[in-house]
């Protein structure tokens, strides 16, 4: 059986982190080891929240922990989301390194959050630089939005060309493969919203209507699933088109049900079997 390492935030209430990538990752037939970097009440886009942040070494204790069980082997593969910390980062580096260290053919995917378009940055400072200087450098799989792809390859995008262009410099910099998130470039239409999955200098996209829900959690959720797939298949292109599915699935009816949270148990059914399945192109 596969088994994911997934070390990120965790909130109670609602789906974001761990808590949104858990469970699609178990309900594919994976078995995940969820090591969590922030225990809240919910996530900090309601204002108000309780809990705690724990620092590195609470990671490399737990990781530790695993390690004496004689576990790291069995480990195919380690997945990391919004850091709050160059301190959490570099425990997360870490465990990459030893899970490596026990089987060289475990894959890291690392979702570089760093910030939005309409948000900017909104890591703390030394965030950015630590994910393109050492954390990306590590990863297998990364899974940026287009705006962080832009912060990655030090350029600005519009064009698909110049899109491709950005994810070689990002190649550049140590992955294998990247799935870009959100991507609006000049040829996107203004009800679509596309998505460009890259690997061995091929890329391909996937185009999903736009949906009038903005709701947290949603990148955690794809980029559990592209990688979910993507360890199924060793294709990022096959990955990219069942995540996609899912995705628009399961906010499809976060939208229907006018809900703030992604609906991540009620739409199960869109891990497995999507409702809709979009064309997968190579561009």
């Given at each position: 059986m596969t088994a994911v390492l997934s070390i990120q935030s965790h909130v109670v209430f609602g789906h974001v982190?761990?808590?949104?990538?858990?469970?699609?990752?178990?309900?594919?037939?994976?078995?995940?080891?969820?090591?969590?970097?922030?225990?809240?009440?919910?996530?900090?886009?309601?204002?108000?929240?309780?809990?705690?942040?724990?620092?590195?070494?609470?990671?490399?204790?737990?990781?530790?922990?695993?390690?004496?069980?004689?576990?790291?082997?069995?480990?195919?593969?380690?997945?990391?989301?919004?850091?709050?910390?160059?301190?959490?980062?570099?425990?997360?580096?870490?465990?990459?390194?030893?899970?490596?260290?026990?089987?060289?053919?475990?894959?890291?995917?690392?979702?570089?959050?760093?910030?939005?378009?309409?948000?900017?940055?909104?890591?703390?400072?030394?965030?950015?630089?630590?994910?393109?200087?050492?954390?990306?450098?590590?990863?297998?799989?990364?899974?940026?939005?287009?705006?962080?792809?832009?912060?990655?390859?030090?350029?600005?995008?519009?064009?698909?060309?110049?899109?491709?262009?950005?994810?070689?410099?990002?190649h550049g910099l140590g992955p294998k493969v990247v799935l870009t998130t959100s991507l609006d470039a000049e040829d996107t239409p203004p009800d679509a919203v596309d998505l460009l999955a890259s690997e061995g200098g091929r890329h391909w996209r996937v185009r999903t209507p736009r949906l009038g829900v903005a709701v947290n959690g949603a990148g955690d959720a794809i980029a559990a699933l592209f990688l979910a797939h993507w360890l199924d298949t060793r294709s990022a292109a096959e990955a990219l088109g069942r995540a996609a599915a899912s995705v628009h699935g399961l906010l499809a009816a976060t939208e229907a049900a006018g809900s703030r949270e992604i609906l991540l148990v009620a739409a199960q059914q869109e891990f497995v079997t999507p409702s809709h399945v979009f064309a997968v192109e190579e561009v």
């Open positions: 982190g761990n808590s949104a990538a858990v469970f699609p990752l178990q309900r594919l037939g994976i078995e995940v080891w969820p090591v969590h970097t922030v225990q809240f009440s919910n996530h900090t886009g309601y204002g108000a929240w309780r809990g705690r942040v724990f620092d590195g070494q609470a990671v490399d204790e737990v990781v530790e922990g695993i390690a004496e069980r004689d576990a790291l082997a069995g480990c195919d593969a380690v997945l990391s989301g919004y850091l709050g910390s160059a301190d959490i980062g570099h425990a997360v580096v870490g465990a990459v390194g030893r899970v490596r260290a026990a089987n060289p053919a475990a894959v890291y995917c690392c979702d570089p959050v760093i910030g939005d378009v309409g948000r900017g940055v909104f890591v703390r400072p030394g965030i950015p630089e630590f994910m393109r200087e050492v954390a990306v450098p590590a990863a297998d799989l990364v899974t940026p939005n287009h705006y962080e792809l832009d912060l990655l390859s030090g350029t600005t995008t519009g064009s698909l060309q110049s899109v491709k262009d950005a994810v070689t410099a990002v």
